[in-house]
């Protein structure tokens, strides 16, 4: 069962004399449940199609659909409240409120919908990514390491359709880059959670169990591993 489509996605930049092709015709289609890992050189359109994914940018032309909902008929609010319900999105970068703990961090995309979380799989998310003894603590008590953990567990909170990861373990050392990427599985096999990881890394994509690979905007290479 398809949870994502992509129909002729193109991204196009600037105009006239001056446009940038970065995505040319693109056409994709992910199973619930895959853990798919997209790759590609520096500039070669992965993270532009990742924010086409998780609706943070439009396609010039082209569809994109997941769990039947086409991402260009939305506005921008539209956007913004499908992606926090929907998409969940891991950047190299925290992105964690520094004022507030690791757990209110974890809960606020529900908490700007009002709603309580369930408590069981909250404690199962934090317990699966071992920072159920760092709640309470705030992001510059955490290591980065612990960051990480605490932006998956956040896009974990409203169980998404999809996990998108954008080089999630660029600014981490290799025994946390290990343990996100373990991290990023357990989700998968546990929670039967889809996952989109981009990196430029081969041996973090072998991970997956399918590998794209992306060149100057094309989609070139399309492995299933298992």
Known sequence: ??????????????????????????????????????????????????????????????????????LSRMNQTQAAIFRRRKVGLVYQFYNLIPTLTARKNILMPLALDKKKPNQEYFEKIVSSLGIADRLDALPNQLSGGQQQRVAIARSLIYRPALLLA??????????????????????????????????????????????????????IGDEKRR
Request: proline letters at 2%; charged letters at 25%.
């Open 166 to 219: 954008d080089e999630p373990t660029g600014n981490l050392d290799q025994k946390n880059s290990r343990e996100i990427i373990d991290m990023l599985k357990l989700s998968n096999r546990n929670l039967n959670q889809t996952i989109i990881l981009i990196t430029h890394d081969e041996k973090t994509a072998l991970e997956a169990d399918r590998i794209i690979t992306i060149e100057d905007g094309h989609i």
């Open 1 to 70: 069962m398809n949870i994502l489509t992509c129909e002729g996605v193109c991204k196009v930049y600037g105009s006239g004399g001056h446009q940038v092709s970065a995505l040319d015709k693109i056409d994709l289609a992910v199973d619930k449940g895959e853990f798919v890992a997209i790759v590609g050189a520096s500039g070669s359109g992965k993270s532009t199609l990742l924010h086409i994914l998780g609706s943070v940018d439009k396609p010039t032309s082209g569809r994109v659909t997941i769990e039947g909902t086409d």
